[in-house]
């Protein structure tokens, strides 16, 4: 993980896929360095975060479900090197998937995250 971590941050990207890098786009066509686009979405302690007030530098990554075997792997991952992401790299991590606030409250009380989970409740 921190491997990765190093790379995207080298690199000066805003967009991460934690598994594997990529050095030319993301899902949502975006270029390393490129700015994701503007978007606010509830977090699990039910305030809003929006891209353009976040000053820091951005680690986003995109999940399928709360609570499933390999999204809990990855939100722990995460979970593990977020105070290494926020001291050596001044980032900010969030995850984002479809489910309701509710939903991300028990996931990330179950797991103890240190980081805000998104709710995109209309998968958008």
Do not use: H, W
Request: charged share 25%; net charge negative; with cysteine.
């Amino acid at each position: 993980m921190k491997t990765a971590a190093a790379l995207l941050f080298a690199a000066g990207a805003q967009a991460f896929a934690p598994t594997a890098p990529s050095r030319s786009s993301t899902a949502l066509n975006l270029k390393v360095g490129e700015t994701a686009p503007e978007f606010s979405l509830v977090d699990q302690n039910g305030k809003t975060f929006t891209r353009s007030k976040n000053k820091k530098p951005l680690v986003v990554y995109f999940y399928p479900a709360d609570s499933t075997p390999g999204c809990t792997v990855q939100a722990n991952a995460f979970n593990d090197e977020i105070q290494n992401i926020r001291k050596e790299f001044k980032a900010d991590v969030v995850g984002i998937s479809g489910q309701d606030v509710e939903s991300k409250q028990k996931f990330a009380e179950e797991l103890g995250l240190n980081f805000s989970i998104l709710a995109d409740e209309g998968d958008e």
